[in-house]
């Protein structure tokens, strides 16, 4: 792709739509924005690239501090790299890599027999301890690792054996990648009756030539100034872990926020200080907002301390809007600004992490830094509506700042024959109705041929003088996590004639109308959604060939009408879900009324396993059906794209960048419709693996392919499936892999949407590789 200076985006509001609510409400959002700097100059305390540490590997994926997760971490990550282990002490005082003494949600032995509780740090814990096990017992091929955290795969668990500091620390013997050693509960340690102290176990293992860490870091003082000399010997660098500033930090009885006041103590028996993140980026609890970044960084720089943040993970939730659930925006806060950075990031997910380190720049002192053109649309799906309510002056004005192409009006209508942009014909969906008691009591009603006959308030049954009265309300789409409510109920619904204006008045971005369920409203309701539409665009005079418009459906016959009436316009068949009772028709019908096909993401990227269980929650073999529709000369778009973990599956390590990647590298899709549309974009633009032209251009870093069907599938390719279409409506047939159950449209939902899979020839592959680095 060509490198060529990005067009700046501006957004003109007609005085007719211009809202003082919509004005007050931009200004509040922009002012939680970040001004981004990575070119500037590393504001590392030694201006240096910040350092990933991966805690206990990928542990986002796999059960953490095992075999697998290391080595996925020493693979998938950019140097400088450091491998975490969380040192827990065994009944015969040798090391083990565990999270936390309790080892009961981490941990399966044939060995648990016999729980026990025990006081740490003041709290009775009851559960499996290491300390009641020897070193053996914990190695044992009876004892394995499981994911500790439920919300990702368990399909790893009790697979991998568990890990040593000692196995670890050899790691760095003669490998860019080092150790990083993490001790918390020394006093608990210190008093627990054993053969030694852990005082005495760390003096040995620090003092050893060949597996002594690289960084050492505890919660506690007392075990630091104790190693200290033993430390400076060996070259281990010490760092004190700061937990909540209101808990008391054991061996001085002193809060974490009192210890904070007096850097420069801290500086005479560690090099640095590990720190939630939220210590550098507060949030506000209520708005899940950004609060003003503390000085805390700055301050430990000038106290010559070098500061790590934790609590790094993708599938963190709840955590601030401002990142729009995308983490390469949260890394870059830490990363990226222009009076500091962070000298590490502690991270679940390091793979990412390398990306917003090594691929991403917003910006440089010397100017705008030049970004690419991209052959890729990207196309607003509802407008901005991962961040807005979706379809209104909000969504649609943020979608154009982030870069959109085109926006879209999903189009309604109203009994009287108004088009409206509305993400679905039930108000419930994403209008404070249900708050209009008269039109609620009035208008709740289903329909047997209509969303599956589920009770709505639906749009055709309601005048828009009605209709007009309402305001949106975020759609989220997965139960589980609530997109921004901060906006709710504050801006009004659009007909599709006033999104017309406002896109013409923003001159650039293109117009995509999606006219929805044509066939039903003319034939149950006498509403002719197609020829409202076309009047639409008539009175709007977007009817020559030089306007940028794009007209989407699911039924042919309203593409051939709009192919009639408005022959400049490029069409764009939208693929539903399958119908397994629809009537075959050959696929070269489509070029007769369509030039664009929008295909939907559980025919790109299918799952494994079609029921929706968690723990097979993966990508199935990859299909032809991108292909397919390319050897028809048809424009492919891909709908829809969010960046919530839980819309893609495992396989992407609840990373959207990586899935972004899949779609662009691997599906070569030609645009995508998506929720987060600066995400999309940031990726085309802004994206150095998409500027090999540029000084910026990594050394030896490669983002993260990954290849769908790798971990519950043989890597190879699906046969070609024969595309098929159906009418009405017309839809693809994909065939499913012999591997997997067929899939059902009923039972697959919106959350299982695709993913990228990381190319593991096998585990055993990957095992080999750390094997090697050991020995």
């Not at 100017?367 to 901005?384: A, C, F, M, R, W």
């Amino acid at each position: 792709m060509k490198c060529c200076p990005a067009a700046s985006v501006s957004v003109l509001l007609s005085s007719s739509l211009l809202l003082l609510p919509l004005l007050l409400l931009l200004s509040t959002q922009e002012a939680q924005g970040l001004d981004f700097n990575i070119t500037a100059g590393r504001k590392t305390l030694s201006g240096a690239t910040p350092l990933i540490i991966a805690n206990g590997g990928t542990s986002g994926l796999y059960p953490d501090q095992t075999l697998p997760a290391y080595t996925d971490a020493i693979n998938t990550s950019s140097l400088p790299l450091s491998l975490l282990c969380d040192l827990q002490l065994t009944k015969d005082n040798l090391g083990i890599c565990r999270t936390g003494l309790n080892l009961t949600q981490s941990t399966v032995s044939s060995y648990f027999n016999v729980t026990n509780t025990y006081v740490v740090d003041g709290v009775p814990v009851f559960g499996y301890f290491s300390v009641d096990y020897t070193l053996a017992e914990l190695l044992s091929p009876n004892t394995t690792a499981v994911q500790s955290n439920f919300a990702r795969s368990p399909i790893f668990d009790q697979v991998y054996n568990l890990f040593t500091p000692e196995t670890l620390g050899s790691v760095q013997q003669g490998s860019p990648v080092t150790f990083w050693l993490n001790v918390e509960h020394a006093s608990f340690y210190q008093q627990h009756p054993g053969k030694n102290s852990l005082a005495s176990y760390l003096t040995n293992l620090v003092a050893s030539q060949h597996i002594s860490p690289a960084y050492l870091s505890a919660t506690e003082v007392g075990i630091l100034k104790l190693i200290g000399p033993t430390a400076k010997k060996s070259g281990t660098t010490l760092i004190l872990k700061i937990l909540q500033p209101t808990d008391v930090e054991q061996s001085t009885n002193t809060t974490y926020g009192t210890l904070l006041q007096n850097l420069t103590d801290i500086r005479t028996y560690a090099s640095g200080i590990l720190v939630p993140k939220t210590l550098v980026w507060p949030i506000d609890n209520t708005t899940l907002y950004l609060q003003a970044h503390t000085s805390l960084v700055q301050d430990a720089h000038k106290a010559q301390l070098s500061v790590y943040a934790y609590d790094f993970a993708n599938d963190q939730y709840p955590n601030s809007y401002n990142y729009s659930f995308d983490p390469i925006a949260e890394y870059l806060a830490y990363l990226g600004q222009p009076d500091f950075s962070v000298d590490g990031v502690l991270t679940d997910f390091p793979s990412t992490a390398s990306e917003a380190i090594m691929l991403w720049n917003h910006g440089s002192t010397a100017g705008p830094e030049p970004t690419q053109s991209s052959s890729k649309l990207v196309i607003s799906h509802n407008g901005d509506s991962g961040d807005f309510p979706g379809c209104t002056m909000l969504a649609y004005t943020g979608a154009i700042n982030g870069g959109a192409d085109y926006i879209d009006c999903p189009v309604q209508i109203t009994s009287d024959g108004v088009p409206i942009c509305r993400e679905s014909a039930d108000l419930l969906q994403s209008t404070n109705v249900a708050t209009n008691h008269a039109l609620f009591q009035n208008f709740l009603s289903s329909y047997p041929g209509f969303d599956n006959g589920t009770q709505g308030v639906f749009t055709f049954d309601i005048p828009w003088a009605d209709l007009s009265t309402l305001r949106a309300t975020i759609y989220s789409p997965l139960a589980e996590i609530s997109r921004n409510k901060g906006n709710d109920n504050a801006v009004a619904i659009l007909t599709l004639a006033e999104f017309l204006q406002f896109a013409k008045n923003n001159s650039g971005v293109g117009i995509y109308i999606d006219v929805q369920n044509a066939v039903y409203l003319r034939t149950f309701h006498s509403l002719d959604i197609v020829d409202a539409v076309i009047n639409a665009l008539k009175t709007a005079n977007l009817t020559s060939e030089t306007d940028k418009v794009l007209i989407a459906s699911e039924d042919s016959s309203a593409l051939v009408a709009f192919q009639q009436a408005m022959p400049y316009h490029q069409r764009v068949y939208r693929v539903p879900y399958l119908d397994p009772n629809a009537v075959t028709v050959t696929p070269p019908e489509i070029k007769n009324y369509a030039s664009f096909v929008a295909i939907p993401k559980q025919l790109v990227d299918p799952l494994n396993d079609f029921s929706g269980n968690a723990s097979t929650f993966f990508l199935a073999a990859a299909t032809q059906v991108v292909k397919q529709a390319h050897a028809l000369n048809l424009t492919v778009l891909y709908y829809w794209q969010e960046n919530e973990f839980q819309a893609f599956a495992f396989d992407y390590r609840s990373d959207p960048i990586l899935q972004i990647n899949s779609l662009v590298s691997f599906h070569n899709v030609d645009g995508i419709i998506t929720d987060f549309p600066a995400t999309v974009y940031d990726f085309l633009h802004k994206n150095q693996c998409y500027k090999p032209t540029l000084s910026m251009m990594p050394a030896n870093y490669t983002m993260l392919t990954v290849m769908p069907g790798s971990f519950l599938v043989p890597v190879a390719e699906a046969p070609a499936p024969a595309l098929q279409v159906v009418e009405p409506p017309i839809s693809f047939e994909v065939p499913v892999p012999a591997s997997s159950p067929a899939p059902s449209p009923t039972v697959v939902k919106p959350s299982a949407a695709s993913k990228l899979s990381l190319t593991f020839t096998s585990t055993l592959a990957f095992a080999s590789l750390l094997l090697c680095i050991l020995l």
